[in-house]
């Protein structure tokens, strides 16, 4: 009896590990104004009291002096792991991040991760992509909007 050693051998090498992590590919983003397909829409899918929903959000003319805060606060606490640019670092880059997020859903992964990644499947699809959990950096609500509303200008 004889083992087929080649066709092993010719499927790893056709193996394409697709773990892209963030970014631009079509899976990972929602289209602006498209509704999520979970059951609590307004937190983005995780179905959790204490989530922020997009009531909680209103986004007006963007407002320079919260953009040099949420840099300041990027520049500190963010940094590390997120780039400004299309690039992924640990989490994804945040270039156009407001058109494929949700306002509430960005807040609550700030704010709120771990409730995110308990029940939020696309949170819970960024861990996957990314291999690593992404650390609750102890935010206050209004840090948080200040992060949001420089990611607005990137
Ligand atoms: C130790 C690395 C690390 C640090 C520091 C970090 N993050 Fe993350 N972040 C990640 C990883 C990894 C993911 C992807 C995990 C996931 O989606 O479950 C992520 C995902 C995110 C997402 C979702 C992005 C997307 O498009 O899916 C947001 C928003 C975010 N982080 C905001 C922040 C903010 C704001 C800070 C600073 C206050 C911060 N992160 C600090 C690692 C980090």
Do not use: F
């Not at 407002?63 to 780039?83: F, I, L, N, P, W």
């Not at 029940?119 to 861990?127: F, H, I, N, T």
């Amino acid at each position: 009896m004889r083992t087929v050693q080649s066709i092993s051998i010719l499927s790893i090498l056709g193996y394409v590990a697709l773990t892209a992590c963030g970014g631009g590919e079509a899976g990972s983003s929602l289209p602006p104004g498209a509704s999520s397909t979970t059951s609590n829409e307004a937190t983005g899918g995780a179905a959790n009291a204490d989530l922020i929903t997009a009531a909680d959000i209103s986004l007006g003319e963007i407002d320079q002096g919260m953009v040099e805060q949420g840099r300041t606060t990027y520049d500190v606490k963010c940094q590390a792991c997120h780039s400004t640019g299309p690039n992924r670092v640990v989490g994804p880059g945040w270039k156009g991040i407001m058109e494929r997020r949700k306002p509430e859903w960005i807040m609550n992964m700030i704010l709120n991760i771990d409730a995110m990644l308990e029940s939020d499947p696309e949170a819970q699809k960024g861990l996957e992509e990314c291999l690593v959990r992404m650390p609750n950096q102890g935010l206050s609500k209004d840090e948080g909007r200040e992060v949001l509303e420089y990611m607005r200008t990137l």
